[in-house]
């Protein structure tokens, strides 16, 4: 004979089934359709974030080219700089031992080398300012 915690199991086991049964096709269709949608959006959601991942990098990837781009021109242009500098270093020297104390003339040649050397830096500044920029 049955006990009666096997009697009430068995109640609540018939009360479950009479339960699903009376769920209708429909709602059961129905809700098996919004699952299945929200596998897909899940499953859409991961794409999304692995293409945002593959585009980070590429992005990360092309900056860090553009860097050592530029690095090199600058590098190409600090060096270019540098030659202007030592050359208007040796006018200066040839100038004043030519001019023995003629202080106007003196100045006019170091004010023109070092507006030439001005404008290359300035030329060299903007170049710079337009690649990081782009």
């Not at 049955?2 to 096709?25: D, I, L, M, P, W």
């Not at 020297?93 to 290359?120: F, H, N, Y």
Request: positive net charge.
């Amino acid at each position: 004979m049955a006990t009666k915690a096997t009697r009430k199991r068995s109640t609540v086991k018939r009360a479950v089934r009479r339960q699903s049964a009376a769920v209708s096709h429909a709602k059961r269709s129905a809700y098996g359709e919004i699952k299945q949608g929200a596998k897909d959006l899940e499953k859409s959601i991961g794409e999304i974030r692995k293409g945002l991942l593959m585009v980070e990098k590429r992005i990360e990837a092309d900056a860090r080219a553009r860097i050592r781009a530029v690095q090199r021109d600058a590098r190409g242009q600090l060096a270019l700089l540098k030659a202007k500098q030592r050359e208007a270093m040796r006018t200066l020297k040839r100038v004043a031992a030519a001019a023995e104390g003629s202080l106007p003339g003196l100045k006019r040649s170091a004010d023109r080398i070092l507006a030439e050397a001005t404008q290359t830096a300035t030329t060299v500044g903007e170049r710079l300012r337009k690649a990081v920029t782009r």
